[in-house]
């Protein structure tokens, strides 16, 4: 009998706690794992007492949907997706809806609603975001793919999903195809942006200010009441206070060298791929990278010095002032940047985003959840068309306000001899994206020079002109090189 709203496949922990959620807000779940077994055991544990089905095979849980039916892919990326997805297919009619709610690439996700169109099925990619938590009471849900199809999840994605300000959901349609699956990618490359950020003003802190680990988690729990106020600057602030069993911090003792799953590389990559200066992620992703280097770092640093007998003069309160207004006028930049290249995706594929909706979506129950996306949403309230977050008047003020210290810092920083990629590559890049004139003149004249690649002049843009720069440079064209 067909009496389950939707059915989830896999059975680890954020699928259990995604159907969990579901049976909350009242839908029926049918729930389904390969390992059969596993049904078994969710049903007589987690899922005791509720309104949970569990099917035995596939057929069984198709069998037990209601049409249009729709089934979450809760499974590993990859492989498995397409295997579930070929199994499905025989079973579904047309219009039933396919959602893969993993951690796939965004082309996948392409090329999956492409080949599921041709058989009448719809699919949906969506972002996941929040975590084991989040799956349970609130995650951000980010999909995308065949439109159609939103009318049908709609209620159930808006219901489980996190809500902030006075009950708006942070999930909405993101757009077409991988566009879910891209925003959730962008999403995480963010989240590596913020981490490195916080990582850089603790070691400013620490280094430069000489604070101790108990002022360092008074002073995050001070910003996480200012702009900044965020989940990350407030476990920042709990993992600084933390003490291990015999009484010391334990954060001294955690070894500095930091894993990845890729999924910031991603976004670096496609910040590349797509010609757009997503900076600070990269670097964010590159700092990962060197830190991992540990035992090389620890060879070096026996013979590599650094600035010798520099000390601290200033007011520590005031400069501790400076800090944060680095930090916010570099996570400004920062998401400036991640804007730029969700516009470059946007035009590349066609889609259109709502970028408003996008700033609500991570607004809650996502790691990067914050005060500040709720600004965001409202400078795209304000033009839903903006260029650049930094050309909004409250975020070019912001800046603005922000700037001074900010130079304070990174160049006090490089005098101490502290490493601050992100910090000073947000500095560079807002620098870089505020001059009319860039040297990049010089570069073109160069290209020209040795390539012969051509170059515009000021007075006659469009027009591409060749300068014979040597005296023998023979007629060569700009096809004949690429450099
Ligand atoms: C089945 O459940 C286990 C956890 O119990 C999970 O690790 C696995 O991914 C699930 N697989 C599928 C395909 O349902
Ligand atoms: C951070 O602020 C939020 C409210 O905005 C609050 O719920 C949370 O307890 C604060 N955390 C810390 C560590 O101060
Ligand atoms: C470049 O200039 C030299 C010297 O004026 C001249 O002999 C040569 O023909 C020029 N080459 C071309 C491709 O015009
Ligand atoms: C260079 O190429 C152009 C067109 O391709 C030709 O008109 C010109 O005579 C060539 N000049 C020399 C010095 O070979």
């Not at 057929?59 to 997805?85: H, N, T, W, Y």
């Not at 066609?350 to 700033?359: E, F, P, R, T, V």
């Not at 959840?369 to 977050?389: N, T």
């Not at 860039?438 to 690649?453: I, K, T």
Request: aromatic letters at 10%; hydrophobic letters at 40%.
């Amino acid at each position: 009998m067909a009496q389950a709203d939707i059915a989830l496949i896999g059975l680890a922990v954020m699928g259990q706690n995604l159907i969990l959620n579901m049976n909350d807000h009242g839908f029926v779940v049918c729930a389904y794992n390969r390992t059969v077994s596993k049904v078994h055991d969710f049903l007589q544990n987690e899922a005791k007492g509720t309104k949970v089905i569990g099917a035995q095979s596939l057929e069984d849980m198709v069998s037990k949907l209601k049409k249009p039916r729709r089934i979450v892919l809760l499974v590993k990326a990859g492989q498995a997706v397409d295997d579930f997805i070929d199994k499905l297919v025989p079973l579904l009619s047309p219009g039933d809806i396919i959602i893969d709610g993993g951690n796939s690439e965004y082309r996948d996700t392409t090329r999956r609603c492409k080949s599921l169109k041709e058989k009448n099925l719809l699919f949906v990619g969506s972002g996941v975001s929040g975590g084991e938590d989040g799956a349970r009471y609130g995650p951000s849900l980010m999909p995308g793919g065949h439109k159609e199809a939103w009318p049908h999840i709609k209620e159930i994605f808006q219901s489980i999903a996190a809500k902030v300000g006075t009950g708006e959901p942070c999930c909405d349609w993101v757009g077409d195809e991988g566009a879910g699956h891209f925003v959730k990618m962008v999403h995480n490359g963010i989240e590596y942006g913020d981490m490195q950020l916080i990582c850089e003003a603790y070691q400013l802190m620490k280094d430069v200010l000489c604070m101790d680990h108990d002022q360092m988690a008074q002073a995050f729990s001070d910003w996480n009441k200012t702009e900044l106020d965020s989940f990350l600057i407030e476990i920042t602030a709990d993992i600084l206070k933390f003490r291990d069993t015999d009484g010391t911090h334990l954060l001294p003792k955690i070894r500095d060298s930091a894993g990845q799953k890729g999924t910031g590389k991603w976004t670096a990559i496609s910040a590349l791929e797509y010609g757009t200066p997503v900076t600070l992620i990269g670097e964010a992703v590159f700092a990962r990278c060197l830190s991992s280097l540990k035992d090389e770092r620890v060879e070096a640093s026996k013979t590599l010095g650094g600035p010798s007998g520099v000390q601290f003069q200033g007011d520590k309160a005031s400069f501790l002032e400076d800090i944060r207004k680095a930090l916010y006028a570099s996570k400004i930049i920062s998401y400036a940047q991640g804007f730029m290249l969700l516009r470059q995706a946007a035009k590349e594929f066609g889609w259109s985003l709502n970028y408003g909706a996008i700033a609500l979506m991570w607004r809650g129950g996502c790691i990067i959840r914050s005060v500040f996306l709720g600004k965001i949403k409202e400078a795209f309230d304000r033009d839903g068309d903006l260029q650049s977050l930094l050309l909004d008047g409250f975020f070019s003020k912001a800046v603005q306000d922000c700037q001074d210290a900010w130079r304070r810092v990174v160049s006090t920083g490089v005098q101490h001899g502290i490493p601050m990629p992100c910090f000073s590559t947000a500095l560079s890049f807002y620098d870089g994206y505020r001059n009319a004139v860039l040297p990049a003149n010089l570069l073109q004249a160069q290209r020209d020079y040795f390539g012969a690649h051509t170059y515009e002049l000021l007075s006659r843009p469009g027009h591409f002109i060749h300068t014979n720069w040597t005296g023998h440079g023979g007629n060569v064209s700009s096809s004949s090189y690429n450099a």
